[in-house]
């Protein structure tokens, strides 16, 4: 029901700025879900990166921490994920995720529903 399609992933220099973005569809009003982006690189676990809630509250990884912004657009129904001074080790397929509760899951607890990710590369 739920769909989620995200865009914006590329090709960046190092210390340089990308913005995804992630479309919602299907399911409930947008604002009743917990929003987040996750990240996969190459041969490492699932990331969770940073989750926003419907009332806009923010929790980021320690590693994107104060380098990362993520942000919505009800009007829209878009998530954003502002991803400035990047560095290399960013590089991974980034995936937009949506969960239909009223506060975002702990972080043992999976996303309901999954976009189909976007890449992002950095180069040193």
């Known amino acids: 029901q739920v769909q989620l399609v995200e865009s914006g992933g590329g090709s960046v220099q190092a210390g340089g700025s990308l913005r995804l973005s992630c479309e919602h569809s299907g399911g409930y009003a947008f604002n009743w879900y917990c929003m987040g982006w996750f990240r996969q690189a190459p041969g490492k676990e699932r990331e969770r990166v940073a989750t926003?809630?419907?009332?806009?509250?923010?929790a980021y990884a320690d590693s994107v921490k104060g380098r990362f912004t993520i942000s919505k657009d009800s009007t829209r129904n878009t998530l954003y994920l502002h991803m400035n001074s990047l560095r290399p080790e960013d590089v991974a397929i980034y995936y937009c995720?949506?969960?239909?509760?009223?506060?975002?899951?702990?972080?043992?607890?999976?996303?309901?529903?999954w976009g189909q990710g976007t890449q992002v590369t950095v180069s040193s």
């Open positions: 926003i809630d419907r009332h806009g509250n923010t």
């Open positions: 995720a949506a969960n239909p509760t009223v506060s975002c899951p702990g972080p043992s607890v999976t996303f309901a529903f």
